[in-house]
């Protein structure tokens, strides 16, 4: 368990404001390694944040998880994994490298609020598929405006 960070707060926090559950799930055995990614009990059903219960901070994949759900429009927050994937996707790279990134810069304005280090957060362009679809400016713009309009209902 978390690590000098406001765990039960971002816990609290994010079942109140995105109105969905959140889980923390034990991998057993061979769970890990058989499955694709979308078939684990770990990731976003469109109900439930499970967050994999094995190595690395909850507080942090919890959070990036709350984000994507701030960050996702309004027809996508009910779909697996925001319909980005893994599972059923119709989002272009070019719409999902953007959203990542607004994702991670999100995070990063919110992580000082629930205690955790910015060193526990991966660089913001980890996980696009191409970098050249990157517009950062409009990106730290919407990263901002969302920080803004959440930040007054943080515990
Ligand atoms: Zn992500």
Redesign the pocket.
């Known amino acids: 368990m978390p690590c000098g960070t406001r765990w039960a707060e971002l816990r609290k926090w994010a079942c109140i404001s995105t109105g969905k559950g959140v889980s923390l799930v034990t991998l057993t055995g061979t769970a890990q390694g058989n499955a694709p990614f979308f078939a684990q009990p770990v990731g976003y059903d469109g109900r439930t944040f499970m967050i994999g219960f094995d190595h690395g901070c909850d507080t942090e994949k919890l959070l990036?998880d709350v984000c994507?759900w701030l960050v996702a429009p309004k027809e996508r927050r009910g779909r697996m994994n925001f319909g980005l994937g893994p599972g059923p996707t119709t989002v272009s790279d070019h719409e999902s490298d953007n959203e990542?990134v607004t994702?991670m810069l999100l995070e990063g304005l919110l992580a000082p609020l629930f205690k955790l280090s910015p060193d526990k957060i991966a660089k913001p362009d980890y996980?696009v598929a191409d970098k050249r679809n990157l517009d950062w400016d409009a990106c730290a713009a919407r990263a901002e405006a969302i920080f803004e309009s959440v930040r007054p209902s943080v515990p």
């Open positions: 990036h994507h990542e994702v996980n």
